[in-house]
């Protein structure tokens, strides 16, 4: 089997029906993909929906996609490749919070992810515990949200205290940021599932792109309701 | 310090403001407290609020509760200890799942919490996926939910697959069902946490209660609005 | 020590009467070896049964292989080098399943090990159960295998609904497809180990030879019997 | 919801046509199941397939079970309760091995459920790798299974060596057996997955009853081939 | 060897000349010890030293010091077993700190420990993270303290905040208090190492002892230096 | 987001007031952050203090601190980039120790943070336990200190053995060297968690500015108090 | 199958041959075995050999041998069930070591089997390394032995320390004493895997008899050499 | 503190006394260490022995020291660099046994060990047990050793095997050979440490020096006793 056959065999399951069916389009997660896939499946994409995402992608790939869709821009720091329709309405507001800036590629995968999916986010970054003040001076800014994205690595308490402070859900991401004991931020992830606040919920280390998703999903709800989901 | 003491200690905390603020009642967690706190626990938040709920209670600590309070029931599936005022409106539709019949007593504590919290709860149960059958005839029903709850021991394939059939938030609770490898719920966290589907967060193994109020707060979110959360 | 030795060494236990004993010839697992090693043993394996096939191979030892025995091929998918006899025949049927594309290449791993060793494999790629329709639609693919192999990664759930649509053995392989809290494959293996569905046991992370060649021995116990193998 | 509330919903998915479809009848796992429970779906599976099987039975349970259907037996090392009908052929050949005493139990459980899905099943018993004459005396015996189960705790190398003397497939059952760094039998699991040996595959952890249905698989296919399965 | 010996065989090493070389007296860990031996080892050191303490002390262990040493007193929260000098002087102060009530057993471990080694505790329990008003209400008494001790179980979150709030080291204990994923402490203990705050080290898993022991170290330091230590 | 805003970004939380308020300047954890954002940072953190320090820094970026701040330093064994007011008093006394010459990195990372913070510290290296008469012969030294920092990586018993030498609190810095079953120093972690001497906490994996931060707060506290702090 | 042919079948690889291969007569894992199969066992092994030993035993399980062999001693503490023949020599010098006193019952199992095997063995009990002067007064006697056996808890320090004071091989048995972190003897195990100190080896958690028997291979081979071995 | 610095704090207790003490002469550890760290102490050991030996050595760390010591030898398998006194006499016999090929890097560093401190080391390698015959048919050999080495990664049954073949000590070596769930050696530590067979003791994975070393010390036990040692 050689690349061309594989990524044949790839668009063979490819969804593009899932957006009618979900209100959200496909995207791409590019780490470990070939040029080759990323370039075919972008412009198929595109075409389909008129506007394309693909998220974890390295310099290297956006340059591939780049000379088949030279419109495709590129954000070194979410990792995002992007082609995104003008003026898309952004409804109601999502609070995407970081317990540090080491934490801020995560946030711009789940903000730029909700944004793309056509919600409002605010970002509140570099309000750790360890400075309690610095997120209680925000606090109307999360009282405005209809759902919060909690993002801290190390100890991962941020999404704690954020529970004790809202009415709204809380989806909380672990980051892979810290060494030694933190593990690769599975330190952080068992932190935010044994929260004891309540009104949170957890996704996989370092996943901005489906905190993004699930906020958007509630945000759709409280904005528009079950009957316009 | 005897137990008087640290009852009243316990006390001095009770936040009988939790209502106003996040529009949810305080609710106890009966494990591992004895006798006479929750005794004064259950009688000074019925006060307070009308109503009281307990979760994780021993047949002897209802025991406790109902000598204090003799209108409190009990639930020997979901171990809940409860007050519940009468003709509460259930709004919106929370979807319980579960893989297998062993799961039933954590899906119970979800359903329950959901509708002492106001939400109307249907409950699917015994979908597990090696007869995904079971599973596809009751789409409809998954379909009416704001809210999917998915609750899988073992192996926990359960929130995946339901993952790709809705297009609303599903949240879902490894079970302590199993054995061996299943290392007391870790493996189906794990299975959880690394879902391929989108729209997915997890709780902790067992967190039957903190389902249902995440549960509850997206589906007053998709019924009221922020405006009316 | 030098290398030479150490491959005189490797060679007084090189297994030539493997073929007969067990109906599998030896396969060289390249991953880590030199390549004057690699030369001598594909030589001598080639010399004994007139073909040769050996896994994970990197481009650089299929260069080092290819040297010294021209016909030799690469498939840069699989890692497999090979030199195969013409015009085998292929017996029943293995069906490989995999969960993503990011699957394929085990995939292809175990469906090259089972046509080496004589058996037709038929691919389904890319039916992970975030998407069921999608391995529904083979339902009657599925059926025709006298044995299934089940690839996945992150959640690996892909097995536990196959287990359920068939009633002959799948193979489960877990893959390091995944992140964070997949644990590059470990999340998945321990999904498969805990399946609540019959009729499925595990291999290691990765490890498409090895499913491949129990596939095949349960492959030919169904097309010949015992007194045939 | 009630105790007999949770039957019945139990029993909404009681699965009654499986046997037909797979091949085999539903077998119960008693374990943690109540007593109420179990003797409502004895009684109906009884009914419907006219014998009936339950594992991971507790002595009160068979208890339960008895008072309601008589004929009912009980194998306090298996901890199987099963009715069975009488004259039951038994085809083709597995042989069940253990490498001590203390894991005979998990072999009874898979041994008599072979034999209750129509397998020939042979003891081999207590020939663990530390005295390797004692398996290799019974060379004979392995080479006439169409598939092995093997079954180990501690550093369950059993499988390992079984691998090198067959040339059927084998099934590996890690058990719970040691103490200390066994950790509860995850690390004779480990050993079974990294086998060196091929054609070794691998089940829960005491999950004899898993191993004797896979085996009965492949015994079927040896003996009846697909068309007959 | 019968237990009257190895009661001898302890004694030959027990410590009556730490008090001088460290300034802390020996204190007895109870767990697991049987009566004779605890029995035996309260009278000397309480000869020795005028007074003595045990940790982790069962009630029938009480009984049976109680026997022999009349004045002995227990404490059913904290376990301890003491014969205390009168109108010992406490110096300093030690602020110890528990996220919920659950925590407070150890919590009063550390608090007595470090009373009975003569330091001043102030108690500030039920102040976790997930209401943080009420810990930001006690930072007076947090800032009057030498030494925090900060205990958590579940998320472990607490000692991260309190870090950022006060000047001084803070002394974290986790706490065994939790389920599933809090993994018996282990959770906590990982939170509480990777903690983003500056100040913070950490003991172990529900060691009040250890962490009152330490506090009173520094305790001391403060208020009389290290030339009276 | 480009790089200048994520700068902006993380400087909004910059904390300036940190040094009244905790007696400690802030001090930048380089590793992992981009070079203009460390061009900045310390520009400003020199501008405020008169001087700057910051740890886990890589050679290149050295480079980029020094072509806008020239006086910078930089030592590559503790990899610690530093601009220092002259002539500072250092008080106290601080004994640095570590088991092998590996774990030197993380001592003068330790030793040079106290430093920085005005403590007196006392290099006291290569005493691992294996060969205790080093350590021993070294007692008068410790006996100075007002608290001990043990550094070690592969078993890392050289913190119990401190603990039992001396009657001030010892901080435990657990290493990552080793391999193998030193899991990257998680094995030396829990070692020194689990400590049977009193008096010793512990701080993360190779994190010898931690040690160094609490080790000069109880320096401190020890020779001016806390009225002094 | 019944209790009976259970026995039967596991005394089918009775190896009453042993002591003359290996010198060592076989000895009974009594934990976890029947009363009956202890009976028969014990009765066979002892007419074969004149004296048995049995491990691990229950005092229950001593009353079931001694009723069939009255004999039969039991020594609480190490919980060792013997018929020993009377005057056996005892050759050589192992020291067998403990950090507690909480230890004493695996080094007793560890001491019993060594002179059961007949080996000298010196206990030297208590010297942990957090009070290094009580190991160091000992060093005499550990200079007399051929081989030592360290066997410590908690973090299991004591193997290092020894391995450096004598120029014999160390056995280090981890034990599960201890709590929390501990990890119930895996956390003593890694510190002895990682051991810094040269001629440490290591085996299961609580093993004792198993260090008491290489104790003894490598005492009579000091003693006796290989010849007579 | 520069490089030359930290060399000399190495140095101050460097270990020139150690042969006399204990009968082996320091060896270096040379991965992570620089180049003019072991230049120096390779002159400094070679000058106070007349020979020297570095395990774990680079190729660019060869040629470093081999630029100040020209006879220096290095061997690209075992990674040894070693300057040996002619004509050495080998006492004894030590057997060390690999189960594949991959693991011979290991067994070189064992067995070259063992020759430098004066065994003699007959190699056995390949001899797996998944082709136990490999094994059987060298069991004369084994049975001439004063020891064994055991050596191998994946699921490490070897030495359970040994261990039931032979009455000598077995130590046994875990190596990091393998993938996916053989956690880089952890996999067949815990095999080792469970093994059913007597006489097994074991070292950390790839800890082929640590084995050659004590099976040095046994193997002059038996060859000279005690009182030579």
């Given at each position: 089997m050689n690349a061309e056959n594989r990524a044949d065999m790839g668009f063979a399951n490819l969804d593009?029906?899932?957006?009618?069916?979900?209100?959200?389009?496909e995207v791409v997660f590019c780490q470990g993909k070939d040029d080759h896939f990323?370039?075919?499946i972008f412009k198929?994409?595109?075409?389909?929906?008129?506007?394309?995402m693909g998220t974890r992608a390295a310099p290297s790939q956006y340059q591939a996609v780049q000379s088949v869709l030279p419109e495709a821009t590129y954000d070194s720091v979410s990792r995002i490749i992007k082609?995104?329709?003008?003026?898309?309405?952004r409804i109601g507001n999502i609070a995407v919070c970081t317990a540090g800036t080491a934490?801020?590629?995560v946030a711009e995968e789940a903000a730029q992810t909700a944004e793309f999916f056509g919600s409002y986010a605010e970002r509140i970054?570099?309000?750790g515990v360890s400075g309690i003040h610095r997120l209680l001076s925000r606090t109307d800014a999360l009282n405005r949200a209809n759902c919060i994205i909690a993002i801290a690595g190390m100890e991962g308490a941020l999404a704690s205290v954020i529970g004790g402070l809202v009415s709204v859900p809380v989806i909380a991401v672990p980051t892979s940021v810290g060494y030694g004991a933190s593990l690769h931020g599975l330190s952080a992830l068992l932190t935010m599932i044994n929260s004891c606040a309540n009104g949170i919920s957890v996704v996989n280390i370092d996943n901005g792109y489906g905190a993004g998703y699930i906020a958007t999903q509630i945000n759709r709800l409280a904005e528009k309701g079950k009957t316009n989901g």
């Open positions: 593009l029906d899932r957006k009618r069916r979900s209100g959200f389009a990323l370039q075919d198929r994409l595109c075409e389909a929906n008129g506007e394309v082609i995104e329709k003008k003026d898309k309405p934490d801020i590629p970054y570099d309000v």
